[in-house]
């Protein structure tokens, strides 16, 4: 397993913006997917978005599809922009990478929290 290292959660008010970062320093090729899940308080993991590596093919849940985007670059590095940003978005947002189907993790990062308030 990676060690995948996220950055750039913080508290922002609703309406706002934010962008969340994804080191992937030891990205493998048996990395099909690069994903963000987020964990609400109490709650359990709740799927966000993904991306193909290679095809750039995206995914989002249906609560943040037009207001997030997600993205990498040359570098591995994963972000999740963020805009319009509600309160239900609060939560710790962690960064995982998956092989092929998703039938296996290839990494997990150690989350960063994004509280939306006012």
């Known amino acids: 397993q990676v060690q995948l290292v996220e950055s750039g959660g913080g508290l922002v008010q609703p309406g706002g913006s934010l962008r969340i970062s994804c080191a992937n320093p030891g990205f493998t090729f048996s990395t099909y997917y690069m994903t963000w899940v987020r964990q609400a308080p109490g709650e359990g993991l709740e799927f966000v978005s993904s991306i193909h590596v290679n095809l750039g093919t995206t995914y989002y849940t249906d609560s943040v599809k037009g207001r997030f985007t997600i993205s990498r670059d040359n570098a591995n590095t994963l972000y999740l922009q963020m805009k319009d940003l509600k309160p239900e978005d609060t939560g710790l947002y962690y960064c995982?990478?998956?092989?092929?189907?998703?039938?296996?993790?290839?990494?997990w990062g150690q989350g960063t929290q994004v509280t939306v308030s006012s």
């Open positions: 995982a990478s998956f092989g092929f189907e998703f039938r296996y993790s290839t990494g």
